[in-house]
């Protein structure tokens, strides 16, 4: 039984850096930034302070980084950790 439990510990160990890789997270920053999302694709959700909602805007994406800018003109950057 604890052969059994060694060899799927590290089993899980082995699987984590590749599970990690694959939900790569990203942070966005900006100005009065109350909450923003994204995901890899062609548009973030951004929430500005002082707005009682956000919206989603489009991105330019260069590898591990995506800029946008809202409506207001506020940019926004979003980086894959």
């Known amino acids: 039984m604890r052969r059994c439990l060694l060899a ?3 089993l899980v160990m082995g699987l ?4 990690a890789q694959q939900g790569a997270s990203w942070v966005c ?3 009065n930034l109350v909450r923003g999302e994204y995901s890899g694709g062609t548009d ?8 009682s ?3 989603r805007y489009a991105v330019q ?3 591990r980084t995506a800029t946008g ?3 207001n003109g506020t940019r926004f950057i979003c980086r894959q950790q």
Not at 44 to 51: C, P, Q, R, V
Request: hydrophobic share 40%; no cysteine.
């Open 8 to 10: 799927l510990a590290g």
């Open 16 to 19: 984590a850096p590749a599970s």
């Open 29 to 31: 920053s900006a100005p």
């Open 44 to 51: 973030a959700y951004i929430h500005l302070s002082g707005f």
């Open 53 to 55: 909602r956000g919206s």
């Open 61 to 63: 994406k260069q590898g």
């Open 69 to 71: 800018v809202t409506a």
